[in-house]
């Protein structure tokens, strides 16, 4: 899948049945599922669109970001330890560099009090740990 493929598919919702290696991330957000998919998709459509050529420094990302995503994300020199509810820019981008990404957004469907996202996954094992911070800071 191109870049300009999975930014279509972020931006139109677009599902695709039959896609090889799809996986399902459900999250229960009673009474705001199309408020939190519409955050996630302001906070990853700058990170798929940057997904081919060059990947900003970290100093462009706040510019690129909506800022009650920034207000989310800890310090670095806050972290102590590796056990966090929060996550910092740096180790949320760290995580989302095309390089490091093994999947891409298939699709989503926002249902009363659920939302589900699909993702085509390129390479397994893969981690999805920062989409789902995404999720939970979305949803707040």
Known sequence: MTPAEELERLLSG???????????????????????????REVLEPVVRHSSGEWP?????????P????QQCVDDELLRDCVVD???LRGWLYWLHPDRRKW?????????DELRIQLQVLERPYLRGALEWLLKVATA
Do not use: K, M
Not at 57 to 65: G, K, N, V
């Open 86 to 88: 929060r996550w910092s």
């Open 67 to 70: 800022e009650w995503f920034l």
């Open 14 to 40: 677009g599902l695709r049945p039959g896609e090889p290696q799809l996986d399902e991330l459900a999250a229960p957000v009673p009474g705001r599922a199309g408020a939190t998919l519409a955050r996630v």
């Open 104 to 112: 891409r957004w298939a699709g989503a469907g926002a249902g009363a």
């Open 57 to 65: 420094a970290l100093s462009e990302w706040p510019a690129e970001l």
